[in-house]
C-alpha cells in the first residue's frame, strides 16, 4: 500500500486560514469519496473532523472544510485558535477492504 | 456514550507477542468494525487493518500481514490485536477505533472513517 502525500507543516496567524492538502491516486483518493481527516494532539487520541470528504461530525466546528479535486483532497481550517495547533492526517478507502493514511501535517498557529 | 477503552501499557522483547484489548460500550458492537493504527515515536499514524465483527472477515495492511491477528469477542463487546514477532521498531502507540462495516446491514451516518478511538496503549520492545 502507499501513502498519501502531505506537506511536512503549516501555519497561519490567530484569525487566518491554514490550507492542508493531501496527494493520492486513482487507486485512493481519486476512486472514493471517502476521505478522512483526523486531528491529533500529543498524547491524546486522533479525532475525526472530516468524513466522506466534506462532511463534519456531529461537535466539529464549521471552521473545518474539505474538499476535493481528482487525486487530491484539502482540508481547511479557518479563523485559526491555538487549540488548533496539532497534527492532522489525511485518510482515503483504498479498495478491497483497505485503507491508507496520509504522512501528516504539523499546523502552527503562530 | 460510546467509548472504547484499551488496556494498558505493555514492555516486552524483540521475539515476543504481544495482545492488546479494546472494550467497546454504547452502541451495538455488531453494527461496526474495528480498525487498529499505531504511531511510533516521532512517525505519522499507520494503518494496521480491520476486523468486520459482522462476519469476523479481517484486512491487513500488507506491511503486517505475516505477523498480526485481529480478532473480536461478541459476548464482551471487545476487540483484539496480537502482533508476533516484534521487533524494536514495533515499539508505538496503538489505537483502536472504530469503523462502518458494509458487511452487515446496518448503515451508519458515517462510513468509511474512524469515528471513535480508544485512548492507545504504549508498547515498548526491547532488545
Known amino acids: 500500500q502507499s501513502v498519501l502525500t502531505q506537506p511536512p507543516s503549516a501555519s497561519g496567524s490567530p484569525g487566518q486560514s491554514v490550507t492542508i492538502s493531501c496527494s493520492g491516486s486513482?487507486?485512493?483518493?481519486?476512486?472514493?469519496?471517502?476521505v478522512s481527516w483526523y486531528q491529533h494532539h500529543p498524547g491524546a487520541a486522533p479525532r475525526l473532523v472530516i468524513y466522506?470528504?466534506?462532511k463534519r461530525p456531529s461537535g466539529v466546528p464549521t471552521r473545518f472544510s474539505g474538499s476535493k479535486s481528482g487525486n487530491t483532497a484539502s482540508l481547511t481550517v479557518s479563523g485559526l485558535q491555538a487549540d488548533d495547533e496539532a497534527d492532522y492526517y489525511c485518510?482515503?478507502?483504498?479498495?478491497?477492504?483497505?485503507?491508507?493514511f496520509g504522512t501528516g501535517t504539523k499546523v502552527t498557529v503562530l | 456514550q460510546v467509548q472504547l477503552v484499551q488496556s494498558g501499557d505493555e514492555v516486552t522483547k524483540a521475539g515476543a507477542s504481544v495482545k492488546v484489548s479494546c472494550k467497546t460500550s454504547?452502541?451495538?458492537?455488531?453494527?461496526?468494525?474495528v480498525t487498529w493504527v499505531r504511531q511510533a515515536p516521532g512517525q505519522g499514524l499507520e494503518w494496521m487493518g480491520w476486523?468486520?465483527?459482522?462476519?469476523?472477515?479481517?484486512t491487513y495492511a500488507q506491511k503486517f500481514r505475516d505477523r498480526v491477528i485481529m480478532t473480536s469477542d461478541t459476548y464482551t463487546s471487545t476487540a483484539y490485536v496480537e502482533l508476533r514477532s516484534l521487533r524494536s521498531d514495533d515499539t508505538a502507540v496503538y489505537y483502536c477505533?472504530?469503523?462502518?462495516?458494509?458487511?452487515?446491514?446496518?448503515?451508519?451516518?458515517?462510513?468509511?472513517?474512524?469515528?471513535?478511538w480508544g485512548q492507545g496503549t504504549r508498547v515498548t520492545v526491547s532488545s
Open positions: 477505533a472504530r469503523v462502518s462495516d458494509t458487511n452487515g446491514y446496518y448503515r451508519p451516518l458515517i462510513e468509511d472513517a474512524f469515528d471513535i
Open positions: 454504547g452502541y451495538t458492537f455488531s453494527n461496526y468494525g
Open positions: 476486523i468486520s465483527v459482522f462476519n469476523g472477515d479481517t
Open positions: 486513482s487507486s485512493d483518493i481519486g476512486g472514493y469519496d471517502s
Open positions: 466522506g470528504v466534506n
Open positions: 485518510t482515503s478507502y483504498a479498495g478491497n477492504n483497505d485503507y491508507v
